[in-house]
């Protein structure tokens, strides 16, 4: 069964940083892009960061370019995203997808940035 969850929402302070986790299971991992989206209240669901099967190639919105870094680790089958200088738009539900033909989503992790 192809699942995917993600982890490490939560509240911070603005300028404070996360680190989510997205971990896979039932499917070859390494074969597939991976990207993380976030879906801010009212708002559409929007790419936020991608990245190739191998790890070598990278790609992130403007919005969040210079503070977010995501990553993979192919051993352990999980991604991760690297929230750093958060601000308060930068609240929503991250969610984290398979790429490809078959496009699969986890169930969302809230990041709420407040003080």
């Known amino acids: 069964q192809v699942q995917l969850v993600e982890s490490g929402g939560g509240l911070v302070q603005p300028g404070g940083s996360l680190r989510l986790s997205c971990a896979a299971s039932?499917?070859?991992?390494?074969?597939?892009?991976m990207s993380w989206y976030r879906q801010a209240p009212g708002k559409g669901r929007e790419l936020v960061a991608s990245i190739t099967g191998t790890g070598r190639n990278t790609n992130y919105a403007d919005s969040v370019k210079g503070r977010f870094t995501i990553s993979r680790d192919n051993a352990k089958t999980t991604i991760y995203l690297q929230m750093n200088s958060l601000k308060p738009e930068d609240t929503a539900v991250y969610y984290c997808?398979?790429?490809?033909?078959?496009?699969?989503w986890g169930q969302g992790t809230l990041v709420t940035v407040s003080s």
């Open positions: 997808k398979r790429e490809g033909l078959y496009r699969v």
């Open positions: 039932g499917f070859t991992f390494s074969d597939y892009a």
